[in-house]
């Protein structure tokens, strides 16, 4: 078994922890902010216990996992004899670049260096360190204990035996890993989402629907069958004629701007956040979040353990 380091240890740091602390790594998180800390070992005790609920483990494994995972404050104690860290912090270029400098210096060459970051590239993050070659993106998804999917994300100069083993770690502890072959800003799937999101809030910033309607649009029409058949095999499926005779038509009246929607930029200096402040595109009452929060990770549990 390897030694993990996670830095950063909140919703995403102590998610990643979780993993491999169930697949018998033994882990350290390290996070400047003690009370973030003690929330994270609590956070991990609470996915566990729902995961034993939903009898993914044993309540005897519970303890064992959590028996794996240790807690640091400093970071050069927290990744001594670490094989693997795990970045997790704020998606901040400078900070990221900081934290790998630092580490570049703290750890073996023989250390794979990796970012979780989900939208910056790798190659901009390893720009102040200099065994690029061992720096390695893998964007887990939120929530990380659920969510199978790992992108496996090069720098310019990220070595193929780093990215080999990186996914062969992350296959070895029950991720679904994919191997990106360019470094682009979003990756893969987050281009996607975003894409979506670009079209769904110009769709009520043009007054075509409501977000409501938007929502119900995915949930209860192609929503359903995208984790069975994804937008190139459904492609090939309806026929790419049928698909270029589609987008001769419509493409041009989709979103296609740079630029953030101005309706988006308008709630956020409105202080409309969403669940934040219970108000954004939709309002949101103390109970209706917490609902929502409880159908998404009751789904993923139901959906991940057909998998």
Known sequence: MQKIAVIGAGLMGHGIGQIFAVHGHDVTLVDLDE???SSATVGIRNNLELMADHDFITPEEIDAALARVSIATDTEKGVDGADFVVEAVVENLEVKQNIFKKLDQLCPT?????SNTSVISITE??????EK???????????PHLIPLVEVVPGAETMPETVDATYDLLLSVGKHPVKVKKDVPGFVANRLQHALWREAISIVENDIADAATVDECIKFGFGLRLPALGPMENSDMVGNDLVLAIHDYILEHIESSPDPSPLLREKVAKGELGFKSGQGFQSWSEEEIETSRKN??????KVVKDI
């Not at 993050?125 to 200099?130: D, G, L, Y």
């Open 35 to 37: 009370k973030i800390l």
């Open 125 to 130: 993050i390893a720009r102040e360190s200099v």
């Open 110 to 114: 023989s250390t794979i260096l990796a």
């Open 133 to 143: 070659k061992r720096i390695v993106g893998t964007h887990f998804w939120n929530p």
């Open 296 to 301: 998404l990770q009751h789904y993923l549990l």
